[in-house]
Every structure is written in C-alpha cells, then in structure tokens.
C-alpha cells in the first residue's frame, strides 16, 4: 500500500502543480490556493502539504523559467562586452517575469522566508547565483559600481514588473523603466546609454 500511496501522491503533485501554473498565468501570486485545490480534484489540505506556503506554490510554478534565466546567465558570463552582458541577462528577467506572472513574486523578498532556512527563497538564490559572475565581471571591468549587488537588481526588476503588470502593456512599460533605471535621469547618462 505505502507504494501506492506515494504514486497517489506524485500523481496529486504533478497535477496541483499543472492546474497552479495555469492560475498563476492568469491570476499572478493572488492565485486562489482553494480555487487550484477545486481545480485540481483535491482538498486544501493535500495542496497545503505539498506547498505548505503560497512562495513554494509559486517557486514550483516559476523553475522551470528560473532554470532557464539560470542558464542564460551561464551562457553569457564570460563573454562579450561584461556591461552589455549583464544588461542582456537582466532584460531577460525583465522579459521572462513580465510573461510569466507569479515570478516576480516569486523572486520578491519575504521576511517570512529571511526567517525560514527550511521554505527559503531557493528561486533568488539560483538566481543571485547565476547572475552574480556577470556583476562582478562586470564591476571588475568598472562596468558597475563594486558597491551594487545582484540581489539589489533583481529587486529592482520585482519591483518594475510588480508596478507595471497591470498596465495596457505591461511589457512595453517594464521595459521603458527598466532602461530608464539602467540610463539614470540625467540627460548627459541617458545619451549616453543610447
């Protein structure tokens, strides 16, 4: 019977995690985990035992972007321009995070989760280590400032798409200030980011 039981269990698990994607495309991190329990043909309890908090709920929905912006950086750490190469990756997760709804939650700080060694953010963290090698390679080339961190950028990310996902185009806004973050507000550093 205990074979039986996990195989339930996986089966619940793959299809918590199908309905969830698909609740978190539409709704964002405000996804009702109830609504994706109904959906799914299970209770609230077994939901909330797989993904005993919503930001697990949510890192299991975003890992596969997140393995995929993890990758990119991968790609990018040691080539080309160091300033560009950043800048490329960094609008990657602009990108990804404005198609994908949930993940800027999902890479967002919680002070629950600062807290719980156990349920942290491993979705930052992957993402911090990615892209941390394009930073300092970049601040070593004097690219960036040595005092900026990896973390403090994607931060900056969460909160653009946080701001703009409600907008007409939310892609096209978080872009617009992505780059007008990375250009500054002085006119001279705008021109010269062109």
């Not at 975003?62 to 080539?79: N, P, Q, W, Y």
């Not at 600062?114 to 930073?135: F, R, Y």
């Not at 806004?173 to 705008?190: D, K, M, V």
């Amino acid at each position: 019977m205990p074979d039986q039981q996990r195989a339930d269990a996986r089966r619940n698990y793959a299809r918590i995690l199908e309905v969830a994607a698909d609740e978190v495309a539409v709704h964002g991190a405000a996804a009702s985990l109830e609504q994706i329990a109904r959906t799914a043909g299970v209770g609230s309890a077994t939901v909330r035992r797989h993904f005993p908090t919503r930001r697990v709920l949510l890192e299991a929905v975003s890992k596969s972007r997140i393995e995929a912006l993890c990758d990119r950086a991968h790609d990018l750490t040691g080539k080309g321009d160091s300033r560009d190469a950043l800048l490329e990756w960094l609008q990657a997760v602009v990108d990804y995070s404005v198609s994908s709804r949930g993940l800027a939650a999902a890479l967002g700080y919680d002070s629950e989760v600062a807290a719980d060694p156990i349920h942290g953010n491993s979705c930052a963290a992957a993402m911090e280590d990615a892209g941390n090698p394009l930073l300092q390679r970049a601040v070593q080339d004097g690219a960036v400032a040595a005092d900026v961190t990896i973390a403090e950028l994607i931060t900056l990310i969460v909160g653009i798409i946080l701001a703009t996902e409600n907008y007409p185009d939310p892609e096209a806004e978080a872009t617009r200030l992505f780059q007008l973050a990375i250009a500054g507000i002085s006119p001279i550093a705008r021109e010269g980011s062109r």
